[in-house]
């Protein structure tokens, strides 16, 4: 899996700016703020303490689906998005897990802060986290005859995910960030997103909602899961998970890191793909949705991050969630969603990002059958010349040789007339030559 390079040189782009009037003394004070001044003003202290509650609901040691402590979190969360006057309403959406009785007749809820749009309120942006837990990593000989009273602090994996849209919630309700609010937003806890001994399935809240959403025509024009951010100690970075109809979702996302300069890498196009969350559910009905989690997967290691040990066990508690990290993602998504949901008020131009470095993507598929695209980023108009070559060296494909102005450019390669094999994608473009290889599979 690649990553995008650590943001350390100096950055384009032009700032949101909006003007924020504040009575004093009968007088009116003009302060001007950024994008970059709305996502520092994410609260390292509130995402903690959501943390901690959570870790602890209710004072018991569990979130796990149909225990008293997942009742607890509930009613910890549905009093915390109560709290948040901007929101137009708090639901609790109630549901039944498939499984043997009792288990399938107890409710089990997710709760839904709506923030209503004023210009296009039928089209809604999801922020979604799921706030039950899970200590099956402990073993099945602990973890299925222990399951209703296990220690499952669940920090990490998902009380992080949850913090971030709780804390989204507080900033983007107030009337002071100027967040226009031209779309809905949903602020959305999931129940029952992890599998268990005493029920059935797995992603049942989220599958719940989605085939409601679905059934009732509800527009949702993307949703974000935000799944296990807090655990990488090595590197500021997160993966996005998509698949090929999302994949837009995950652009956005990095644009929105660089035009608001949060310092977090995440991967780059094609991003890989999973279900092992509730954006899954989302897919199935048709709509856009991308994950963001601290690697993909968690279960391995790269030269990004160390695997994770401490998910689904015990072990999973606060000391072991790097903070910074969670307020970095939750920043990244706070800029994303005032770019989606119709930026601030007063604002005087739409970002403008460019890179800083000539760069070449993977190709995706690949391998492919019969045809394959590539992109490429230019930070200036520039001449660039893409050709393919086969194994022995022999061109084989012209794919372009003209100027293009500064962004991102795709194109397409046809490997129709060619027979099976490794294929070498080289570019030259501003005194670089960068090159790949792709598989052409038949």
């Given at each position: 899996?690649?990553?995008?390079?650590?943001?350390?040189?100096?950055?384009?782009?032009?700032?949101?700016?909006?003007?924020?009037?504040?009575?004093?003394?009968?007088?009116?004070?003009?302060?001007?703020?950024?994008?970059?001044?709305?996502?520092?003003?994410?609260?390292?202290?509130?995402?903690?303490?959501?943390?901690?509650?959570?870790?602890?609901?209710?004072?018991?040691?569990?979130?796990?689906?149909?225990?008293?402590?997942?009742?607890?979190?509930?009613?910890?969360?549905?009093?915390?998005?109560?709290?948040?006057?901007?929101?137009?309403?708090?639901?609790?959406?109630?549901?039944?897990?498939?499984?043997?009785?009792?288990?399938?007749?107890?409710?089990?809820?997710?709760?839904?802060?709506?923030?209503?749009?004023?210009?296009?309120?039928?089209?809604?942006?999801?922020?979604?986290?799921?706030?039950?837990?899970?200590?099956?990593?402990?073993?099945?000989?602990?973890?299925?005859?222990q399951w209703l009273t296990i220690n499952a602090p669940g920090a990490d994996d998902n009380a992080?995910?949850?913090?971030?849209?709780?804390?989204?919630?507080?900033?983007?309700?107030?009337?002071?960030?100027?967040?226009?609010?031209?779309?809905?937003?949903?602020?959305?806890?999931?129940?029952?997103?992890?599998?268990?001994?005493?029920?059935?399935?797995?992603?049942?809240?989220?599958?719940?909602?989605?085939?409601?959403?679905?059934?009732?025509?509800?527009?949702?024009?993307?949703?974000?899961?935000?799944?296990?951010?807090?655990?990488?100690?090595?590197?500021?970075?997160?993966?996005?998970?998509?698949?090929?109809?999302?994949?837009?979702?995950?652009?956005?996302?990095?644009?929105?890191?660089?035009?608001?300069?949060?310092?977090?890498?995440?991967?780059?196009?094609?991003?890989?793909?999973?279900?092992?969350?509730?954006?899954?559910?989302?897919?199935?009905?048709?709509?856009?949705?991308?994950?963001?989690?601290?690697?993909?997967?968690?279960?391995?290691?790269?030269?990004?991050?160390?695997?994770?040990?401490?998910?689904?066990?015990?072990?999973?508690?606060?000391?072991?969630?790097?903070?910074?990290?969670?307020?970095?993602?939750?920043?990244?998504?706070?800029?994303?969603?005032?770019?989606?949901?119709?930026?601030?008020?007063?604002?005087?131009?739409?970002?403008?990002?460019?890179?800083?470095?000539?760069?070449?993507?993977?190709?995706?598929?690949?391998?492919?059958?019969?045809?394959?695209?590539?992109?490429?980023?230019?930070?200036?108009?520039?001449?660039?010349?893409?050709?393919?070559?086969?194994?022995?060296?022999?061109?084989?494909?012209?794919?372009?040789?003209?100027?293009?102005?500064?962004?991102?450019?795709?194109?397409?390669?046809?490997?129709?007339?060619?027979?099976?094999?490794?294929?070498?994608?080289?570019?030259?473009?501003?005194?670089?030559?960068?090159?790949?290889?792709?598989?052409?599979?038949?």
């Amino acid at each position: 899996m690649s990553a995008a390079h650590a943001r350390g040189a100096p950055r384009r782009w032009i700032l949101l700016c909006f003007s924020v009037c504040t009575l004093i003394g009968g007088s009116s004070a003009q302060t001007m703020l950024s994008l970059t001044d709305l996502t520092d003003s994410v609260s390292t202290d509130n995402l903690r303490d959501h943390i901690a509650a959570l870790e602890h609901p209710g004072g018991l040691h569990s979130r796990v689906t149909l225990t008293p402590g997942n009742d607890s979190a509930a009613a910890y969360i549905t009093r915390a998005m109560g709290s948040i006057t901007g929101l137009t309403s708090v639901e609790r959406d109630t549901f039944y897990v498939p499984g043997q009785p009792p288990y399938n007749t107890k409710p089990i809820v997710n709760i839904i802060g709506t923030l209503e749009g004023l210009t296009r309120p039928s089209e809604v942006l999801i922020l979604g986290a799921h706030y039950d837990c899970s200590a099956s990593r402990m073993g099945d000989a602990i973890w299925i005859p222990q399951w209703l009273t296990i220690n499952a602090p669940g920090a990490d994996d998902n009380a992080t995910g949850v913090a971030c849209i709780l804390e989204l919630a507080r900033l983007l309700c107030d009337p002071a960030s100027g967040f226009t609010r031209d779309v809905t937003v949903k602020f959305i806890a999931f129940g029952s997103e992890e599998s268990g001994p005493a029920h059935d399935g797995s992603h049942n809240g989220s599958t719940h909602y989605a085939q409601s959403a679905r059934a009732r025509g509800e527009d949702i024009i993307g949703m974000l899961s935000i799944d296990m951010i807090g655990y990488n100690w090595s590197r500021n970075y997160t993966a996005i998970v998509s698949n090929a109809a999302s994949a837009w979702l995950g652009d956005q996302f990095r644009t929105a890191l660089f035009s608001s300069g949060v310092p977090l890498e995440t991967t780059i196009p094609p991003y890989p793909y999973a279900t092992y969350s509730d954006h899954e559910a989302f897919w199935t009905q048709g709509y856009p949705a991308i994950l963001l989690i601290e690697h993909a997967p968690p279960w391995n290691s790269s030269s990004v991050y160390n695997a994770n040990p401490y998910y689904h066990k015990t072990s999973d508690t606060l000391g072991t969630v790097n903070i910074d990290l969670v307020r970095r993602v939750t920043q990244g998504v706070l800029a994303m969603s005032i770019l989606m949901g119709g930026g601030v008020s007063g604002a005087a131009e739409i970002p403008v990002v460019l890179p800083q470095m000539t760069e070449l993507r993977p190709n995706y598929p690949n391998p492919f059958n019969p045809q394959t695209t590539v992109s490429f980023v230019l930070p200036a108009e520039a001449w660039a010349d893409a050709r393919v070559y086969d194994n022995l060296g022999r061109e084989v494909a012209l794919l372009a040789q003209r100027v293009f102005p500064p962004g991102e450019h795709t194109l397409t390669f046809d490997g129709s007339e060619l027979p099976s094999g490794i294929y070498l994608l080289r570019l030259a473009a501003r005194g670089t030559v960068l090159s790949q290889k792709m598989a052409l599979v038949k």
